[in-house]
């Protein structure tokens, strides 16, 4: 199968399942094709240095760590991330901060794109 171009654009906030299922799927679907992960809106909150784990939720780090190591591209939205005040964690992997009309470049792009 050839490599495809996939976005995994995550907006939903990180307080349930999605948003850890989506980057679980993003690191299985990594071996096989390109992946950009984008995360919009209130998905930028899961880039932030929060404490998922004090309320039952599984932590990300992981996740974002394996996909760094498999070449994937991490983004977040710019405009996201001044509307709600928020600062990015530190992460291990590169996080790209891409303004709303470079990410629907991005999107526009990709010929696969699954919303979380």
């Not at 994937?72 to 901060?97: D, F, S």
Request: net charge negative; hydrophobic share 45%; glycine share 4%.
């Amino acid at each position: 199968m050839a490599k495809k171009k996939v976005v995994v654009l995550i907006k939903s906030n990180p307080f349930s399942w999605k948003v850890f299922e989506a980057l679980r799927l993003a690191v299985g679907a990594s071996m096989e094709h390109k992946m950009q992960v984008i995360f919009i809106k209130d998905g930028v909150y899961s880039l932030t240095d929060w404490k998922p784990q004090l309320i039952g939720i599984e932590p990300i780090d992981k996740s974002i760590e394996a996909l760094g190591m498999m070449e994937a591209e991490i983004i977040a939205e710019e405009e996201a991330i001044r509307e709600r005040g928020v600062k990015l964690k530190n992460w291990p992997t590169e996080v790209k901060v891409l303004s709303k009309d470079d990410i629907s470049e991005l999107i526009k792009e990709a010929e696969v794109v699954l919303t979380w």
